[in-house]
Every structure is written in structure tokens, then in C-alpha cells.
């Protein structure tokens, strides 16, 4: 804070004539003028010096156009142009409430400007001192063990106000006494729905996609309110967090708090760096499992302080992006040398709760061991449940066992089946536009065989349905009373209906 008008006129034995010294008047800088009208070239907050030489006619006007630019004070040099200050100018200083000075003839103007310039330097360098003790208290804050909750904690306690740590879609993780959020989770829930919400695995982040950028930070100001909240991690936060006082934040509140939010960034990418280096080993130790290295792998987790459950276990399949829910509950990991898929040993008591906690499709394998055949197994059973889980009419969680009662197809992952069907039904698909040859066989296979059954479903004569299969299997190249052939095609016009894809016009009975 700039030297109060008070502290200028002790240091320099000034006199105080009229206008009186208020507490809160602070001077930020000393000007010199003999103009009768000095405001075009100041600023406000000034100690105006003058000795009068051109100051004649309404010194009411003089005043109150100094009042109006915010001056500081008016210092009268006397002994030069006037021996005293004029009394006009007191009266006028005194009804427009302007701090005016005497300047004794023995004080130079100069002098005056060089006491400023010591208290504005001596200012700003207890500013500096103060931001320095607290970035190193802040420093030491982010050494503890709660680490960002501490940085939080401190840093509330700098500004004299509260502080808040809120993750990537705005809610509040932790917060110090007092905090007001409300205003804070608004505006970000404001902003967020002003893009694509940018925290699930694949989606857009702001700045990304040439839709702009997260600002450097927000103001939010309100009666005896004022808001700072800055976003962690730049172009595409992974958080934010947000300080609040009842003053405005001076020069060096916001050097602390741009401090700490340097720290918050910090603590949140090691954080981040720690979390992936461990899901790597993680993933590694996995891999040991699957070669037989099993003692390997749990000295691997050891030195991370994890272990294994006790067989028999059962295997978790899930997307990606549920890893950071099932990591903080059993072991997870990464699928060794792909990473899309997330596996999660787990003992059988716990799988319905942690399926149920990971809020994705989850695919959930048949009991199972350590033994690498056994193991390997288990992870391609929660695999394809997880196939099954994530097909939007399905449910959320499916057992490896489910699918049996799904019939055959309930075991092909749903790539497989498509590829299968649009590759096996191509040439009745091709032939036209016309989807009558599917539809036709998918009655005829469905009828047993039964011509007139099939035509009576299809509404058609038999003679019609008995032409259409002859050319389906002419198209085809097979002998529709071949069981087998049969089977076949069954199995790729259920795969066709259950898993459709643009490219194959199947038709639907």
C-alpha cells in the first residue's frame, strides 16, 4: 500500500491549514505545476505542490477541479510568489474538503518528491519480502503430507479469506471454513456447458478444436465479495481453484496466489506422473502373471506397497477411462501392450460392489487362478462380457456365464459377428436395392424349411418363396437343405439384426 498523506506530511513537517488528513488518503505520486488548471497531466492519488505564481481570480474553481481529478492533497510553497497562502484558497480547500499543506519556504519541492519515492520503494520491497514468506510458507505447505489440501489451507489463511479446490467438472474437493462456492461452481458449470464437457476418455477439451481457451483466470466480484479462480493445467485444466476475500486483492495478493496456483499445478502433474508410473508397473506385473512369473510380479507390487487378492479371483473387464475407480479399490491395470481395456483381479465377495462403484460397462470372467492358462482365460471371458455390457439395450455389468444363455453369438465379440455377417450375406445384400431375398430367407430358415409357413408369413405364394430361395442359393453359391449351410446363415442373420452397421442393408422381420 502506497505512504498515507498522513505519513508524508510527518516525515516533512508539512502544516495542515484545512480539508483535515484522512486516515485512508495515500499518495502514490508528488507533481509540480503552477498551471491554472494542472489535471490534464495527473492521474489522482497526488500530492500536488505549488507556490501560487499563476493562481488568481476563482480559487473556488481551482479547487474544485483538483477534488473532481482525486487529488491527494495541495502543498503551498510559501515565501516565493506569496508569503502566506492565501486565504481564499483556505476557505475554498476547506468547504471542497481538500487536504491542503503549507510548504515551508526552507523545504524543497524536490525534497518532498524524494521522501515519496523512498516510502513507494520502501513499500513495494516489504510487498516483495511479504510474497516471498508466503511462497515459502506455501512451499512448505505443499512438503506435508496432505499436500494440495494444504496449499489450499494456506494459502486461505495468506489472503484472509478462503480457498477452494475443485476438480475438472467444477465440483468442490476441498474446501476452508467460510468458503462461498456457490457463485464459483455456477460460472464454471456456465462455462462448461459452453463446450463439449471435456473429462471423459476422447472427448474435446477447451482449447482444443479450434474452440478457444480456457482463461487465465476469473474474476467474480460482488458486495463485499471478491472471487479469484484459476484453472490447473493451462489450455485443458485437469482442476481448478479458487480464492475469495471480502477486499480486493492487492499486487501481492495475486503474486501468492499465482504462487499457489504454480504449486496446485505442480502437485497435480507429479500427482499424475506417479499415478501412470505406477499403472505401467501395474500393467508389467500383469504381464508377469500371464508368463508364469508369478512371484515376479507380486515382488514388482510389493515395492509399491500393493499385492495381489487370494485366489480364486475374478476378473473385471472395463473401458479405460473407469481405471481411476477401480484402481483406489483392487488391483487394476492396463491390458499389457494395448492400454484400451482396464482388468481388475477381484475376489468373488467384492465384484458386484466394485462393478457397481466403476459406473461403466464392466464384463465379469468365471472363477478363476494365478496359472497362466487359467489366468489368460479369464481375461478373455471378461473381455467379451464387456463386448456384451457395452451394447446400449444391455446391461451395465454381464458375467462371462450370462452369455451362454445368449446362444452362440453371445460368445463372438461383436466385431467378429459383424464382419461375419456382411461378409457371408454380401451377395444377397448386392443384389439390387431389393431386401426381399433376406427377408425371404430369414422366414424360410425361421419356418424350419416349411414352404408353406414361410410364404404365409411373408404373405407371398409358395411358388414365389421357392423362386427367391433358389436364387439365394445361386447368389450364394450354397445348398440351403445342407444343415450346416443352414446354421450358418441363421447365425449371420441374427449377428446382422443384433449388431447392424450402414454397410449392410439387411432388412428386419
Known sequence: MPPTLQTVVRRMGLRPLAGGLPPDTVVRWVAVSELADPTPYLEGDEL???????????????????????????GFGVGVSHAEVPPALVEAAGRAG????????????????????????????????????AQGRLTRAALRPEGMHAVVDRLAKEVGGW???LDETGAVRHATRGARTEGVTAELGR???GHPRPFAAGEERPGEGGRGRWPASLALSGPGEHIVVQPLGGARPRGFFA???????????????NAAGSLLTLAMEQGRTQAAAERRVRSAALDLLLSGAGQQARDVLAALGGRLPEPPLTVL????????????RVFAAPEPHAGDVVFALVPEALVEEVAGEADAPVGVSLPATYDPASLTTALDQARRALAA??????PRVVRFGELAGQGLLGLLDQATAQAFATALLAPLTAYGSRADLVESLRAYLESNGHWDAAAQRLGIHRHTL????????????????????????????????????TSCATGSS
Open 98 to 133: 481538500l487536504p491542503l499543506l503549507e510548504v515551508p519556504r526552507e523545504t524543497p519541492f524536490i525534497a518532498i518528491g524524494k521522501a515519496v519515492s523512498e516510502l513507494l520503494a520502501a513499500e513495494q520491497y516489504e510487498e516483495i519480502t511479504r510474497a516471498f514468506a
Open 389 to 394: 455390457a457395452q451394447h446400449p439395450t444391455g
Open 243 to 257: 480464492v475469495g476475500a471480502r477486499e480486493a486483492f492487492s499486487p501481492v495478493t495475486h503474486t501468492v496466489i
Open 466 to 501: 421357392r423362386y427367391r430361395m433358389r436364387r439365394v442359393g445361386d447368389l450364394l453359391g450354397r445348398d440351403l437343405d445342407d444343415p450346416g449351410v443352414r446354421a450358418e446363415l441363421w447365425l449371420a442373420l441374427e449377428a446382422a439384426r443384433r449388431y447392424p452397421v
Open 163 to 165: 480457498a477452494a479446490l
Open 191 to 193: 462455462l462448461l456447458t
Open 48 to 74: 500536488l505542490l505549488t507556490t501560487g505564481l499563476r493562481l488568481e481570480g476563482d480559487l473556488a474553481g481551482y479547487v474544485g477541479r483538483l477534488v473532481a481529478r482525486g487529488v491527494a492533497g495541495l
Open 317 to 328: 473387464a472395463a473401458r479405460a477411462d473407469a481405471l481411476d475407480v477401480l484402481e483406489t
